[in-house]
Nanobody, 115 residues
Framework: QVQLVESGGGVVQAGGSLRLSCAAN????????MGWYRQAPGNGRELVAA???????NYAGSVKGRFTISRDNAKNTVYLQMNSLKPEDTAVYYC?????????WGQGTQVTVSS
């Protein structure tokens, strides 16, 4: 089993920055890709950014140029640096990790951007 522990959410003013972290515990050696998703009230869960084991990245168009995903494979940790935050970035952010037999999800961390 793999447990994902997220941290770093909070309240920030528009234009500010936050950094999310997600550490994978347990049988983390089976993890391949990792990513961040978000879900705003009334909306479905959407991909924000993803990163493969070698480090190839993919971003949603709405965050490209503002958010940066990175990972430390030795620590089984993925990060999301969020700059120039906008009120529309307000959502619960979830960490996801691809395992051998399925995906694992974190509990979610709230990010609120005030205007």
């Amino acid at each position: 089993q793999v447990q994902l522990v997220e941290s770093g959410g909070g309240v920030v003013q528009a234009g500010g920055s936050l950094r999310l972290s997600c550490a994978a515990n347990g049988r983390a050696f089976n993890i391949n890709g990792m990513g961040w998703y978000r879900q705003a009230p009334g909306n479905g869960r959407e991909l924000v950014a993803a990163i493969t084991m070698p480090g190839r990245t993919n971003y949603a168009g709405s965050v490209k140029g503002r958010f940066t995903i990175s990972r430390d494979n030795a620590k089984n940790t993925v990060y999301l640096q969020m700059n120039s935050l906008k009120p529309e970035d307000t959502a619960v952010y979830y960490c996801m990790a691809e395992g051998l037999y399925g995906n694992y999800w974190g509990q979610g961390t709230q990010v609120t951007v005030s205007s």
